[in-house]
């Protein structure tokens, strides 16, 4: 990926097994046979994940990211990694192996022994704030709510990551799938499929290609708490002079309408509350 920045181009790689891979300054294209999937630099991701998440620590993310993307995806190893983002209440989980007394860390050091540890056990994996590896073997609960709003998406692990991230909004999840793709959840949202929209950029660049308009725009952002999920989205308005369209704004958990003005475009995402 460095490499394809730099040379502002595609780089194409083959491995023995006849796996291809396209790589460009932030995505990686994975071909296997007659299938394909993409995924993020750990950059990129994190840069996103951060963009819907202000809380936990900035290192602990980065590293969690790395170990999903270029750990576990390549080696096909299929995990949940529960990523609370404040002291986590292991007793409400009622079944999990207890990894305390290993010491392992979400850190590049420990990244072959916690994907042989993952490679071991079936379920979810509890990790502390700070990147402590505390539990895993857990089997992952979701409520009649999450399970009426949240559909079924791509398989079981998915389904059940994306439904524990809208029931505990304390905690972010990375999924990684065994066939190579990895999913960030985020209050019932898949973060690494969801762009943050800046109103204000994007007056800026209505100004730059019609520099009449400057004076005539306008950008605003609130937030508001979808009334029928309760989760709280960012909303970002740009406003036109003499554009009198109404637009509605949707909510990213359960599509319910959350807002509607009078502007030239209107768009939310999803923000962490705890």
Known sequence: MQLASRVRGLVIQRDSHGTVRVFTGSRVYVVQGRSWWHKHAWQTLAMNVREHVPQGDDRVLEQLVTLAVHVLSPAHTGASLIWWLIPPELDVYAKKIDLQPLRLRVEAGYFSAVQ??????????????????????????????????????????????????????????????????????????????????????????????????????????????CSNCGKTMRI?????????????????????????????????????RI
């Open 116 to 225: 042989h540890l993952l490679n071991q056990h079936d379920g979810a994996t509890i990790i502390s704030p700070t990147g402590e590896i505390l539990a895993t073997g857990v089997q992952l609960q979701s409520s009649d709510k999450a399970r009426l709003l949240i559909p079924e998406t791509r398989g079981t692990r998915h389904t059940s990551a994306r439904r524990y991230s809208f029931d505990e909004a304390r905690v972010v999840v990375v999924t990684v799938s065994q066939d190579g793709p990895v999913s960030v959840f985020s209050d019932g949202v898949q973060l690494g499929e969801v762009r943050p929209y800046s109103a204000h950029d994007d007056e800026q660049s209505l100004i730059d290609a019609i520099p009449e308009k400057r004076g005539q725009t306008y950008a605003d952002q609130d937030e508001v708490v």
């Open 236 to 272: 970002e308005t740009l406003v036109v002079a003499g554009w009198k369209e109404r637009e509605e704004a949707y909510c990213q958990v359960c599509r319910e309408q959350v807002a509607s003005r009078m502007c030239f475009k209107i768009e939310t995402f999803i923000m962490k």
